[in-house]
């Protein structure tokens, strides 16, 4: 049987032959951290290389996801579906390794990771996933969620400030089940990190409220495995473990420096490193002995196999909510939900009723909440304002987990990024709120949730000048634009009660991709609708109010300008002007239409184009033409009632009307 350390270089030597191959990589981390990893992989994480979806496995992450040879060589090692040729391929385009773990790209990758910070802040999401499904589900006797979340992160995810966010909430809701392991290695790309980071990270973590196990050697297996037991033995709180480490362990000229970091180690260096670690293979060239020892499919099965014979158990005991479990983890929505929701908006139609779209929003979650026990909610210390809670939300707590919304305090990136974490788990459908202007806090989080393709619902309210008296700083008028140039994310801004609650229904039903709800703070006028405009809510865009025959000039507009461009059509009537008044909740889903629907709505014959919404004018561009026209705001807001900015910067009935005349 190989030794620890033979397996660990095994990782070694793949890392430095992959990188050396794709002439660009990190072999630093995976050089440095293989000990650590053996110690997880081979004595501690429960998972199954057979079936990488296994709904009580442990979760691995890879914060510092530039060292991603070190997962696809643990995933290649262990028996997962990720052959030799799938690594000689590291870096190339349409490989299964790409440069940073991406999930679905590779079996056995829970996140993508690479922007640093994040990956921690994802496996956060995860463990309070298991808290909460465990609450939830879990009884006497039948224990079918129970897992661990292990999380690798390095310097570079410590000081992000998304780290300081998430672990200390982490801390605060007592999260016992995650395990973190910091590649204590002091080097950064710019070299030492003496110069920049001096911060007593296990004093941080303590302050935060984690268990901290201290001088952990990361290259003594054995102190390693007593780390993890000891981290493992803490159930009420999360646990850190800082192992120190060299960078590039091994290679016998470069480690311990940065030049290991991010570059390949050259062919005179692997061949020092070989001749240092005892390593007599050519590249790529593991021997059977050390696949066996590596080999976690007979345990992964064993584990697996017990866990389906104890959800039995579960399911005779308990059918209704085995069958609920099952629906949750694979994301399915209760069949009911799809009727309700129509009745829902059909409804909310016929009351006709004037309110603010953030509170539309609330009447959304009180509606369809009840039928939809995965929604899980939050908000980054403004739920009053943003109307995430309804009737029956119950805050999770460290002392119960049995909730489905947390406050997550000011924290809008960690938040977002929690959410993507709480997504990828599986099992809860996370939504979480804060100020439109506040996206851009969280917007990296909202950008590797449309990268990932999770049903995350982001609700951004006080969304435009209308906000009024909190002024520029508080007033969004670049983000609409801003977060439509993520592709994947769909942005909805809609226009009253019914359009909010087609809005949360194409958020729920959306399985590809996150969603960006905004809404509005002040209220919204009430639009009459047919069933087939109610209908066509979903579309993204539609014909709100028309005339006879060909349209003269067609106004668009979006959120709280629609009551606008009515009124100004209207008063183009009044002079005996065709108009049409398209209201375009969602231009993303709209483009994503057939072409016949696009023209029908935007008829290409029409000359006089106008769009209205009180932000910058870029989105409306391509779809009025050089020869149209757009109101909006460009530079900042300013502070004053709402009604008076939008009177100041001439977004407003008259103004489209003026406009649209001009055009005529």
Request: with cysteine.
């Amino acid at each position: 049987m190989p030794s620890r350390r033979e397996l660990a270089n095994a990782i070694r030597a793949l890392a430095m032959d992959a990188v050396q191959r794709a002439k660009s990589g990190h072999p630093g981390a995976p050089m440095g951290m293989a000990d650590i990893a053996e110690v997880l992989w081979n004595d501690f994480l429960r998972h199954n290389p057979g079936n990488p979806h296994w709904p009580n496995r442990d979760r691995f992450v890879l914060s510092n996801g530039h060292g991603s040879m070190l997962q696809y060589a643990l995933l290649h090692l262990s028996g997962y579906e990720l052959g030799l040729e799938d690594l000689k391929a590291f870096r190339q385009l349409h490989s299964r390794t790409p440069g940073h773990p991406e999930v679905g790209y590779t079996p056995g990758v829970e996140t993508t990771t690479g922007p640093l910070g994040q990956g921690l802040a994802n496996a956060v999401g995860m463990a309070i996933a298991e808290k909460v499904l465990a609450a939830q589900f879990n009884r006497p006797g039948h224990a079918i969620v129970d897992h661990h979340t292990y999380v690798f992160l390095g310097d570079g995810c410590l000081m992000e400030g998304v780290s300081h966010e998430v672990c200390s909430l982490a801390g605060t809701l007592g999260l016992g089940k995650l395990i973190g392991v910091y590649d204590d290695n002091g080097i950064s790309i710019d070299g030492k990190v003496e110069g920049w980071f001096t911060d007593d990270t296990p004093a941080r973590f303590e302050a935060y409220g984690w268990h901290v196990v201290r001088d952990v050697d990361g290259h003594d297996a054995e102190a390693v495995r007593r780390a993890f037991e000891q981290a493992r033995a803490v159930t009420d709180r999360p646990s850190l473990i800082c192992a120190k480490t060299v960078i590039g362990f091994g290679a016998p000229n470069v480690c311990g420096t940065h030049g290991v970091h991010g570059a390949p180690l050259g062919d005179e260096e692997i061949e020092a490193t070989r001749e240092f670690l005892g390593w007599e293979h050519g590249p790529f060239e593991i021997p059977e002995a050390i696949y066996a020892g590596w080999d976690a499919r007979g345990r992964g099965e064993r584990a697996e196999a017990e866990w389906r014979e104890a959800f039995e158990a579960y399911r005779a005991a308990h059918p209704e909510r085995a069958r609920d479990f099952e629906r949750r983890m694979t994301g399915e929505l209760p069949e009911r939900l799809a009727g309700h929701a129509e009745a829902l908006i059909a409804r909310a139609q016929e009351q006709g009723q004037e309110v603010a779209t953030r509170k539309a929003s609330q009447l959304a979650l009180n509606g369809l909440g009840p039928y939809l026990p995965e929604l899980f909610g939050g908000s980054a210390d403004l739920t009053g304002s943003n109307n995430t809670l309804w009737d029956d939300c119950t805050p999770v707590t460290a002392a119960d987990g049995d909730g489905n919304y947390i406050y997550y305090g000011v924290r809008e990136f960690g938040m977002a990024a929690i959410m993507n974490g709480l997504a990828l788990h599986g099992g809860l459908i996370p939504y979480g709120g804060t100020f439109l202007v506040f996206s851009d806090y969280a917007r990296n989080a909202v950008r590797m949730a449309a990268l990932m393709k999770q049903r995350s619902i982001l609700v951004f309210t006080h969304d435009s000048i209308g906000l009024g008296e909190d002024g520029p700083t508080h007033q969004p008028v670049e983000h609409l634009a801003s977060l439509r140039l993520i592709p994947n994310l769909a942005v909805w801004r809609p226009c009253d009660v019914p359009e909010t609650m087609a809005a949360w229904q194409a958020a729920l039903e959306r399985r590809d991709g996150p969603t960006a709800l905004a809404l509005s703070r002040q209220k919204t006028a009430h639009q009459p609708r047919d069933e087939g405009q109610l209908a066509d809510i979903r579309r993204g865009g539609y014909v709100l109010r028309d005339c006879a025959g060909t349209p003269e000039v067609v106004l668009i507009a979006t959120g709280s300008e629609v009551g606008l461009a009515v009124r100004a059509a209207e008063a183009l009537e009044a002079e005996g002007r065709r108009v049409r008044v398209v209201s375009m909740p969602c231009l993303e889903v709209f483009r994503a239409q057939p072409v016949e629907y696009r023209d029908a709505v935007l008829p290409p014959s029409v000359s006089a184009w106008v769009a209205v919404e009180a932000g910058l004018p870029d989105p409306w561009w391509p779809l009025v033409g050089p020869a149209g026209r757009v109101v909006g705001v460009e530079g900042f807001g300013e502070s004053a009632p709402g009604d008076a900015v939008y009177e100041h910067f001439g977004v407003t009935a008259e103004a489209v009307t003026e406009v649209a005349r001009a055009l005529l």
